[in-house]
């Protein structure tokens, strides 16, 4: 069973409206990935979660020993998740789990559960506050809506108690120079 679970918004994706495009980690054009800051954030996640000396920047941090990310399909062919943590994974030596795509929040919670050790999950945002709901049980205790403009947070959930419920907290990451210091 999972003592922590983490979960992040994929990191940035191009502007809407813009003549910006997202890019491949080779360069090229690509709509369904990362803008290149949402890059340099991927990056930064491996430090972010995995310090050198170990000392986490904050308290509620931990290495994952498990990574989820949404899978594309159907109509949302996006690797924004996958591509956020994808370098974080190969420097942990760990696979991304790509078992479920946005739509399959409860199935992507339960397998989180199940999951040993420290699971982090990066998703859609919208989408985030009903995976927070199902690991909480409720709406009450996670806020229940996720500014599009956020892509520096992470949701932090602890079982100190088995069977109790979880303990919910926000991380902010200030990684790049954009990056918030306040929740939401």
């Known amino acids: 069973m999972a003592k922590k ?7 940035e994706k191009p502007d809407k409206g813009e003549d910006i495009h997202g890019v491949t980690a080779e360069g090229e054009r690509d709509k369904n990935d990362l803008s290149p800051q949402g890059w340099q954030r991927s990056g930064a996640l491996i430090r972010f979660f995995s310090p050198l000396n170990g000392q986490f920047q904050h308290p509620g941090l931990a290495k994952p020993t498990a990574i ?13 998740s996958e591509h956020t943590v994808g370098a974080l994974a190969r420097s942990l030596n760990l696979r991304v789990g790509l078992k479920h795509s946005k739509g399959e929040e409860h199935e992507l919670v339960n397998d989180a559960i199940a999951t040993g050790g420290v699971v982090l999950i990066a998703w859609e945002h919208n989408s985030i506050i009903d995976v927070a709901n199902l690991i909480l049980g409720n709406k009450k205790s996670s806020p229940q809506h996720w500014p599009d403009s956020r892509f520096d947070l992470v949701w932090v959930f602890d079982e100190e108690v088995p069977h109790a419920p979880w303990k919910f907290s926000q991380v ?8 918030k210091d306040n929740i939401i």
């Open 5 to 11: 679970i983490m979960i992040l918004r994929h990191a």
């Open 68 to 80: 989820f990310a949404a899978a594309p399909s159907g109509h949302v062919q996006s690797l924004r």
């Open 172 to 179: 902010p990451q200030m990684l790049l120079p954009t990056d």
